[in-house]
Nanobody
Framework: QVQLVESGGGLVQAGGSLRLSCAASGVIFRINAMGWYRQAPGKQREFVAFRNSGGIATYADSVKGRFTISRDNAKTVYLQMNNLKTDDTAVYYC???????????????WGQGTQVTVSS
């Protein structure tokens, strides 16, 4: 199985910045993509950003131009969040679409989440 460990969450004032990180470990045959989702209290989990192994990034419209996803190796992904707004307050979850063993197909794996709180 694949394990994801997240860090970098915290409390910031509106207009500030945070950088989240996520590292994958465990039994990994292939990681197809890594990215981020978020979930605010009482709301559905929503897509934030994703980056595949070829370096192609995709962003939700709500964060486009403010957030940047990057990877420094095949198993680590970052989310640079600039000009944060109060609406960005949520638990941010790392996600990977990966193949754990060659006998199985790809599936989604999730981290434990890291809290991001943006104050007024």
């Amino acid at each position: 199985q694949v394990q994801l460990v997240e860090s970098g969450g915290g409390l910031v004032q509106a207009g500030g910045s945070l950088r989240l990180s996520c590292a994958a470990s465990g039994v990994i045959f292939r990681i197809n993509a890594m990215g981020w989702y978020r979930q605010a209290p009482g709301k559905q989990r929503e897509f934030v950003a994703f980056r595949n192994s070829g370096g192609i990034a995709t962003y939700a419209d709500s964060v486009k131009g403010r957030f940047t996803i990057s990877r420094d190796n095949a198993k680590t992904v970052y989310l640079q969040m600039n000009n944060l707004k109060t609406d960005d307050t949520a638990v941010y979850y790392c996600n990977t679409f990966a193949v754990s063993t060659s006998a199985g197909g790809p599936r989604n794996y999730w981290g434990q989440g890291t809290q991001v709180t943006v104050s007024s």
